[in-house]
């Protein structure tokens, strides 16, 4: 049990690093939303980890479906911004539109 | 032992993710890290979070990507950065340290998992703890589902009344 | 007899009942955002005054608390909230989909007293999510370039805010095996944890530093607050960073974890940082509403500084700070949006001698430049003025000295503002311009009032609001 846990927290973590690299490493907006649902996984992986770490599967689990959820609708409505974004002008490169500064 | 080799499955998939040319590809290979995690949830006892992970994410979200691919696909997407690409083995190394210097720092907290607890978890457990103790929650998902409702309609089903606030160009 | 769910059901109900209003008539669309606006203003001021019960609620399976720093925050969100529901009926003019614009908008105002009601970490995350996610809408209402960019920036950088939140809400639940906020203290309370405070509380930071664009974390903010239409832009800076960000930060270190040299010490480097920064550039914006956007970055820095000086005197000018800022920032960015309304810009150098073309306008904004630069009677004088004196009694005469200095910095470049945008000579393509819209002056004219008031007043205003909040913390 406890590898598991350690294994969990371990990819978890990693895969969420790796999914903030690929939200920021690239310009086109779909490559960067998919980097946000990477960094849910990742995040899913954790919750679980922690969740077994305590041996309470049941309530851990209500998290991950609630944040399942949060995320469902999260990732419509950024892909729904996404698409009027190209409907606009037609190009997904976030470095076209940097139009304005930080 | 079989959660770690899926958890191997997982994290691959999400580099394929990362270096994958083709974007239809990319999600893909999310649907499938989608499916594998399921299959851990589902291991560990996690049934109905298991379903919701393999309909919601591997379902529901590959399918808006896939849309949302095929919804831009006459964008003028010049040459993926590939720069990106090459430097992520490079930045996966150094991910990996951080990985581990962190996970051994915090290593006095792994040492004594706490043993599961036993089986009505498996069956009534979920909807006991969702619906009862967690109705705070049931509450804010419902306004959530409402908020994305409105932010569809609104992003794609407006009159045509809007015109510019700014007369002309500003700035 | 009004409860706490009504915090949620009111919100609630008017939003699912928006499209059939819609299709009745437009007005009763407008009809039911004030009503709902109004109901929720009077539970707040009834959580305050008695009427609503506080402390806990737990009916129907909700598990709902409200104490002396929630009553403070359901003020905050619901008065602004209503004050900018009463202007967009207006303001709405220009875009189309009032009714999806209200239903998001009280959405957004369920999910803020949401995060304030709930006792439980991962609660806090979900109501945060629910704000969060209609804001990115509401930023994104125009549908038009600057919107949508500043939208997805706002989204991209909040979703690694929340990433880092919850993974410390992970770690929280795996070490102490509960996320509920009285049991957590008690179990910290038995036994130092070193590494766990360290960890969570740096994710802490940093996850809900992006939600409240403390400087380093700020980088949303000042695009999303100029692109999102006006009563957004104002409902943003006035609530919704302190709400998602302060208050949590609020609820974690100051009530929960244990107070530490350490996080003082952070909160106040970061507080002058955001000062001092937020400021500075804030003096070099043309952009009337970008200006504003740095103006709150610097005015959240004061908030955190009297944080973390941890002296019950900051504490409470903090606090204070927090209502006093909703109360003039979301004016000035209504004003603002007023002024964009008639005369199609938002660049500052093009106004000019607008002030008797535009005489509420530019008379409640003179209230809320004073209130903002901390003139004397108006409420923002009080408020920094606590968290000097907390400075100073606790010893900190150089953060002290910065406070002060930056508060006459402030009054400086909103000086200048005044003058570019109200004084002077009436540049010539203005001349025939109208005042704002009825309804769109009647709430700013009710925030200036309440600016002048909570001033004049502060002294109920402590005893009834704030002290019941800084009692929570172990305050005075």
């Given at each position: 049990m406890s590898s598991e846990v350690y294994g969990l927290f371990f990819f978890g973590l990693l895969t969420v690093m790796v999914g903030v690299y690929l939200l920021l490493g690239y310009r086109n907006l779909i490559r960067i939303m998919l980097g946000v649902e990477v960094i849910s996984k990742g995040t899913t992986m954790i919750l679980l980890g922690a969740g077994l770490y305590q041996g309470r599967p049941d309530f851990i689990q209500v998290l991950i479906v609630t944040f399942i959820i949060v995320e469902a609708i999260l990732a419509a409505v950024m892909l729904g911004i996404v698409i009027i974004s190209h409907k606009i002008h037609?190009?997904?490169d976030i470095r076209r539109q940097s139009k304005l500064k930080g | 032992m079989g959660t770690i080799l899926l958890l191997l499955l997982v994290f691959l998939l999400v580099l394929a993710m990362g270096l994958a040319r083709d974007l239809l590809k990319a999600a893909i290979a999310l649907a499938l890290a989608s499916v594998f995690l399921a299959t851990i949830l589902f291991l560990h006892g996690a049934w109905v979070a298991a379903v919701f992970e393999l309909s919601v994410c591997s379902g529901l979200i590959t399918v808006l990507f896939v849309s949302t691919i095929s919804l831009t696909k006459d964008s003028d997407q010049k040459e993926e950065a590939k720069l990106t690409g090459y430097l992520l083995p490079a930045f996966l190394l150094f991910f990996i340290g951080v990985d581990c210097l962190a996970l051994r720092w915090l290593?006095?907290?792994?040492l004594d998992a706490k043993a599961m607890v036993p089986a009505d978890t498996l069956t009534g457990g979920f909807s006991k703890v969702f619906w009862g103790d967690r109705t705070t929650d049931v509450l804010g998902q419902a306004a959530l589902i409402l908020s994305g409702v409105f932010a569809i309609l609104s992003l794609f089903k407006r009159k045509a009344q809007h015109h510019s606030l700014e007369g002309g160009k500003h700035e | 007899m009004p409860n706490l769910s009504w915090f949620f059901t009111i919100p609630l109900s008017a939003a699912l009942l928006m499209p059939f209003a819609a299709k009745v008539h437009r007005r009763a669309v407008d009809g039911l955002a004030v009503l709902a606006g109004f109901i929720l203003l009077c539970l707040s001021l009834g959580t305050v005054l008695g009427g609503v019960p506080i402390g806990d609620f737990t009916a129907g399976g909700l598990l709902l608390r409200a104490d002396g720093l929630s009553a403070l925050f359901l003020l905050v969100i619901n008065a602004i909230g209503f004050a900018c529901l009463v202007y967009a009926t207006d303001y709405l003019d220009h875009l189309g989909g009032r009714a999806k614009f209200f239903g998001l908008f009280l959405i957004l105002l369920l999910g803020l007293n949401g995060v304030v009601l709930v006792h439980d970490l991962f609660s806090l995350y979900l109501y945060m999510e629910v704000a969060s996610i209609a804001a990115y809408m509401l930023v994104a209402f125009t549908l038009e370039f600057d919107g949508i960019e500043s939208a997805l920036k706002y989204l991209l950088l909040s979703v690694v805010g929340t990433a880092l939140i919850l993974i410390a809400i992970s770690l929280v639940y795996m070490r102490l095996g509960t996320l509920e906020f009285t049991a957590i203290k008690e179990s910290l309370a038995q036994g130092a944890m070193p590494r766990l405070f360290l960890l969570t509380g740096t994710m802490f930071v940093v996850g809900f530093g992006l939600k409240a664009a403390i400087m380093p974390f700020h980088a949303w903010l000042p695009d999303a607050h100029p692109s999102a239409p006006a009563p957004v832009s104002a409902i943003l800076s006035g609530v919704v960073i302190k709400v998602a960000g302060v208050y949590s930060l609020i609820r974690i270190f100051l009530g929960i974890y244990p107070r530490t040299p350490q996080i003082q010490g952070v909160f106040i480097i970061l507080g002058v940082v955001s000062m001092a920064c937020g400021a500075i550039i804030a003096y070099?914006?043309?952009?009337i509403k970008r200006m504003l956007a740095y103006s709150s970055i610097s005015q959240i820095g004061y908030i955190m500084i009297g944080l973390g000086i941890g002296h019950p005197l900051a504490i409470a000018g903090a606090l204070f700070h927090i209502l006093n800022h909703a109360q003039f920032k979301s004016l000035l960015f209504l004003n603002s949006g007023a002024l964009q309304f008639r005369?199609?810009?938002?660049?500052?150098?093009?106004?000019?001698?607008?002030e008797n073309r535009m005489p509420v306008t530019s008379t409640t904004s003179v209230f809320g430049t004073l209130a903002i630069a901390g003139?004397?009677?108006?409420n923002g004088f009080f408020s920094k003025l606590f968290i000097i004196l907390g400075a100073i009694k606790a010893g900190y005469y150089a953060v002290a000295t910065l406070a002060a200095v930056f508060s006459i910095f402030t009054l400086g470049y909103f000086l200048i503002i005044q003058r570019r945008v109200f004084f002077g000579k009436l540049n010539a393509k203005w001349k025939d311009l109208q005042e704002a819209p009825l309804a769109m002056s009647v709430a700013v004219i009710l925030l200036a009032a309440s600016c002048l008031l909570t001033g004049v007043f502060f002294h109920q205003i402590l005893s009834w609001v704030i002290e019941p909040a800084a009692a929570v913390l172990g305050g005075k």
């Open positions: 037609v190009t997904l | 290593g006095p907290f792994f | 070099y914006q043309d952009d005369t199609g810009t938002r660049n500052m150098t093009e106004m000019g001698g607008l003139v004397p009677p108006f």
